[in-house]
C-alpha cells in the first residue's frame, strides 16, 4: 500500500468499517509516526465521536445512575489492574486501541516485563523503520542526484552530436559542391581532349601535306634544274595502235646520267599489270616500270642507266607486274632520237 | 462555534477524568451527569432495546471507573473517547445477541414501543449541547441518502465495508467511496468542532 492508499483508508478506519486485513496494513504505517496520516485520523475520529449528536437524545432510565454509583461505591477506587479488561470475553474492536499505557498505571512485575520487552520491541521496529526510512530517503536523494548529473551529461553529449551533425551535413554540402566542381572540370577535361585529338589528327594531316608538298617542291626544283641544264635531249614517244591518244616525252642529261620520263592518256592499268620502259640498242635494256595516276599521268625518274646514252630507240610495253628483263607484251609508246 | 470548558457533553473538561482517576466519585456522578443521555441515546440507537441499552451503559461507567487512568487526552476529548467505548461494547453484544440467533435491528423504527424515548430529555444536557447538534443534524441532513445510509450502517452495525456491499448489493468500491466522501463532508461541515 502507497501513502495515498493509506489516506484513503482513514475514514473507513475511523468510522471502523475497514477488514481485518486492511487494518492490520494501515496499523504499521500510523506507528510510524505518519504525521499527516495521524492529524487526518484524528479528525476523521472526531467526527465518528459527533454522529450520535445527530440521534434525537434519550436520557438514561432514572435508575441506572444509582445503580451505577452504588456498584462505584462499593468497588471503591479506580481499578489500576488489568484483570477485568483481561478476562473480559468476545471480541474487541476500535475501544481497546483508544487506550494507550498511562506512566501512573503501576503494572504487576511479570507483566511489566512483558510491557517493557513489548515497548522495547515496539521501540526498536519504530527506530529500524525510521533508521530505514531515513537510508532509503538517503539513497533516493543519491539516486535523484545521479540522474540528474546523467540527465546534464546526456543534454550535453546530445547537444554535442547535434552540432557536429550540422558541421557533418555543411562538410557534406561542401563535398557535394566539390564533386560536382570535378565532374566540370573532368567534363572539360573529355571536351578539350577531344578537341585536342582532333588537332593532333588535323596537325598530322598538314604535315603528312607538307611532307607531300615538300617532296613536290623538291622534285620541281630538281626538274628546274634538270631543264636548265644546255645537254638535255628531248625525246618525244607517240602512241601504238594500242594507245592511240597516249603519248610521252623522255628527257635526258647525260652529263648526269639522269632522265625524266612523262607520260599521258595511258590506258588504265588492270590489275597485277605495269607498264615497262625500254632503252633500245641491239636489244631493249629496262629503264624502270611506271603505273599510271588516276589521270592518266605518269612519270618515272631514271638514274645510272649507261644505255641510255647510246640509246637511239624507245619503248613501252604492258608487263605483268614487277617487270621483266624483256620485252613480253603488246608495246603502247614508241619513239626515236 | 465556541463551547466553553465543562459545558456540555462534547467539552468534557480532560480534568475531570484526573479527578475521577483519583477516585473522586463527585466528579464520576459529574461525568455521569454530562455524558449519559448522549451514550444512552447511542446504545440505544444500535441495540433498539432500553434494558440492553441500560445494561451496556452500566458496564461501560464501571471499566470508566476502573480503566479512567488509560484515557490519553492526545487522542481525543473525554466524550470521544466514551462514545467510543460505548459504541464498542453495544456492538459486541450486538454480535453476540446475533450468534445467540436475535434478529439485527436495522433501524431505530424497528424498536419496540415500549423501547421508545420516555420524556424529555435533562436540560442540562439538552441545552448545553444544542449548538452542536443542530450543526451535526444539519452536516447529516444535507449527505446524500445513499453515503448516510452506508455511514450508519458502519457506525451503527459495525459493519464493515464488504458486509455494507453485501446488504446493499452495491460494488464495493461504490461503497467505500461513499464512505469516503460522507466522511469527508462531515469532516468538512463539523470543522469548526474539531480541534
Given at each position: ?230 645537254s638535255v635531249k628531248v625525246i618525244s614517244l607517240a602512241g601504238s ?36 620502259l625500254w632503252a633500245i640498242l641491239d636489244k631493249p635494256v629496262s ?51 | ?98 450468534v445467540r440467533g436475535y434478529g439485527m435491528t436495522d433501524s431505530i ?87
Open positions: 500500500m502507497g501513502h495515498e492508499q493509506f489516506e484513503e483508508a482513514l475514514p473507513l478506519y475511523a468510522i471502523g468499517a475497514l477488514e481485518r486485513a486492511e487494518r492490520q496494513a494501515l496499523e504499521p504505517h500510523l506507528l510510524t509516526g505518519c504525521a499527516s496520516c495521524h492529524a487526518a485520523l484524528k479528525q476523521y475520529r472526531a467526527v465518528a465521536g459527533l454522529l450520535p449528536y445527530g440521534l434525537p437524545l434519550t436520557d438514561a432510565p432514572p435508575t441506572l445512575k444509582a445503580r451505577v454509583m452504588a456498584a462505584v461505591a462499593h468497588g471503591s477506587t479506580p481499578d489500576n489492574s488489568q484483570a477485568t479488561l483481561q478476562s473480559r470475553p468476545g471480541p474487541e474492536r476500535s475501544a481497546s486501541r483508544f487506550f494507550w499505557p498511562s506512566l501512573n498505571w503501576a503494572p504487576s512485575p511479570d507483566f511489566a516485563l512483558l510491557l517493557v520487552l513489548l515497548l522495547a520491541g515496539t521501540g526498536m521496529y519504530a527506530l529500524s523503520v525510521k533508521w530505514q526510512i531515513a537510508t532509503e530517503m538517503e539513497q533516493r536523494q543519491r539516486v535523484e542526484t545521479t540522474l540528474q548529473e546523467e540527465s546534464a551529461r546526456l543534454a550535453l553529449l546530445q547537444r554535442r552530436i547535434a552540432e557536429q551533425e550540422q558541421t557533418l551535413a555543411g562538410l557534406r554540402s561542401q563535398l557535394d559542391q566539390k564533386v560536382g566542381d570535378l565532374n566540370e572540370v573532368r567534363n572539360t577535361l573529355t571536351h578539350r581532349e577531344a578537341e585536342m585529338g582532333q588537332l593532333r589528327k588535323l596537325v598530322a594531316q598538314q604535315e603528312q601535306e607538307a611532307t607531300i608538298l615538300r617532296k613536290a617542291l623538291a622534285q620541281r626544283d630538281e626538274i628546274s634544274v634538270f631543264l636548265r641544264s644546255p595502235a594500242a594507245a592511240k591518244s597516249a603519248g610521252a616525252l623522255l628527257l635526258y642529261d647525260p652529263d648526269s646520267k639522269k632522265a625524266f620520263f612523262y607520260a599521258f592518256n595511258m590506258p588504265p592499268l588492270v590489275e597485277r599489270k605495269t607498264y615497262q629503264a624502270g616500270t611506271f603505273t599510271t595516276d588516276p589521270g592518266h599521268k605518269s612519270r618515272l625518274v631514271i638514274r645510272n642507266i649507261p644505255e641510255l646514252a647510246r640509246a637511239t630507240k624507245f619503248a613501252v610495253s604492258l608487263e605483268p607486274e614487277g617487270g621483266r628483263p624483256q620485252p613480253t607484251g603488246e608495246i603502247y609508246l614508241v619513239g626515236q632520237l | 462555534m465556541e463551547f466553553p470548558p465543562r459545558q456540555g457533553s462534547w467539552k468534557i473538561d480532560p480534568e475531570l477524568l484526573a479527578r475521577v482517576a483519583t477516585g473522586d466519585q463527585q466528579a464520576f456522578a459529574e461525568l455521569y451527569d454530562w455524558s449519559s443521555s448522549l451514550l444512552f441515546t447511542l446504545a440505544l440507537r444500535i441495540l433498539g432495546d432500553r434494558e440492553e441499552a441500560a445494561e451496556v451503559l452500566q458496564e461501560v461507567y464501571l471499566e470508566v471507573w476502573r480503566k479512567v487512568v488509560r484515557y490519553n487526552p492526545a487522542r481525543g476529548s473525554p466524550t470521544a473517547w466514551l462514545v467510543t467505548m460505548t459504541r464498542s461494547r453495544a456492538l459486541d453484544r450486538l454480535r453476540s445477541r446475533a423504527q424497528n424498536r419496540p414501543l415500549a423501547d421508545l424515548p420516555d420524556g424529555n430529555p435533562s436540560p442540562l444536557q439538552a441545552s448545553a449541547d444544542l449548538e452542536l447538534r443542530a450543526l451535526v443534524e444539519k452536516a447529516l441532513v444535507e449527505l446524500p441518502e445513499a453515503q448516510r445510509e452506508a455511514l450508519e450502517l458502519a457506525y451503527y452495525q459495525g459493519l464493515s465495508h464488504t458486509e455494507i456491499a453485501a446488504r446493499l448489493n452495491e460494488p464495493l468500491g461504490t461503497v467505500k467511496t461513499r464512505i469516503q466522501l460522507g466522511m469527508s463532508k462531515l469532516r468538512a461541515a463539523l470543522r469548526s468542532c474539531l480541534d
